[in-house]
């Protein structure tokens, strides 16, 4: 349990790739990279916590948000799980300080949390996807 802290999953790819697909973005998908590695750290956290062990007892909580770039303004990046959509103008030093970060004790709380995130997501048709993201996030 090497300690670590946190985790990040990204995906690169064309429209129509299969970036969605793999990762579990699509609506009542159960088996993409997102709910296989939830799936793991809510196991083994259980693990742990039926043994003693006090990693066990760690809280997970969940923080989503986007980079939005356009050829004008240049990129902004955008908390997901905030209650007012507002860019923080971004660039290769930018830190991000003041996310909304949400507990979650579950697969099916963090799908919630994702669901919530998804909804303020920029999204836009491409001649290969209708509903293809128009950020990464």
Known sequence: YGGCKSAALFAYGASGSGKSFTMGFE????DGLLQMGAERMFENLSKLKESGHFLGHQ???MAYYEIYGDSFGGEKVFD???AKRNGVRGSCN???T??????VSS???LMEVFKEGNRH???GSTGMNDVSSRSHA
């Open 27 to 30: 609506p009542g998908k159960k």
């Open 59 to 61: 809280q997970v909580y």
């Open 80 to 82: 997901l799980l905030a």
């Open 94 to 96: 930018t830190v991000i």
């Open 98 to 103: 003041a996310l909304t970060f949400k507990p």
């Open 107 to 109: 697969l099916d709380s």
């Open 121 to 123: 997501r920029a999204v």
